[in-house]
């Protein structure tokens, strides 16, 4: 008996296939840990994320305020960023959230954020530099930075390294730094800071980016060995977030479209991060990556190169001294 398309998709086997395997897809994008069931508490403790106003970067501070910290939502948007605070004052019953806007695309606004939170604070105890974007268009800052580069990895870069002192003070203190699996599609080419050399099809240019993130965080992690703070990298997963808001809106559908089935929610998104800033599990680790089942795995092997990482790390110091 031959079948046509109309036959196939009205036979009620269909239904009931889809409809399993739709529950299969979203079995396997559960964490093997989950945040609710951590019982770590955090009072007394401070904790910064920047990117906060939405999607995963709100649902890593809504779980820090559910575990009593005092937490810092580094925002670009003042109306965005306050209504984040309000919704997770709200829903964490924890009234120590604020504001403090950055701009990590930004030097300038970076260091106006650290001096600002230099003044006010007098410890932070967990930094996960999550604000980022993928796609964006071509553009130099008015610093001289292609604009992808400064937003995802030398203003984290900068901001971390003015609040080190401060973490240290604060130790045992963890900074995360959000990367990608699709660092593995990156490159190092020291001129695309400048935005030469570079193609932009797609998320090319955000690939590099996420690549430069882990050979960070390892060398950082090199650096603050007996310091008590840790430094780690991970993949938080593809998830539906806003981070596809610059891309054609063709494009952008046909994401949203798959992702009903096969991603992440931001709130599952936020689980690897919350693993490396909270967990029992991580306590001590540093210098490593890991994705978005919360397993320690090993990035691409030009992550792993440290000799490539030292040269990234100074590299990224020599560009933000001469911007001082």
Known sequence: ???????????PAWAISTFILFFIIKAQQKSAWNPRKCKVQLKGKTAIVTGANTGIGKFIALDLARRDARVILGCRSAARGAAAMREIRQRSGN?????????TSSLSSVREFCQAVLAEEDRL????????ASG??????PEGLEVSFATNHVGPFLLTHLLLDLMKHSAPARIVNVSSFNHRKGKVDFSHF???NLTYIL???YNHTKLHNILWTNELARRLQGTGVTANSLHPGVVMTEMMRHYHWLIRLVFRMVGIFFFKSAEQGAVSSLY???????????????????SLVLPSPLARDPVLAAKSFEYCERLVAAKL
């Open 95 to 103: 009234p120590n959230v604020h504001v403090r806007l950055v701009d």
């Open 136 to 141: 964006l268009p071509r553009g130099i800052t």
């Open 203 to 205: 998320d090319s240019v």
């Open 276 to 294: 490396c800033a909270v967990a029992e599990e991580t306590e001590g680790i540093t210098g490593k990556y890991f994705d978005s089942n919360c």
């Open 125 to 132: 105890d967990i930094l996960v530099n999550n604000a980022g």
């Open 1 to 11: 008996m031959e079948w046509n398309c109309v036959q196939i998709f009205s036979h």
């Open 194 to 196: 400048k935005g030469e």
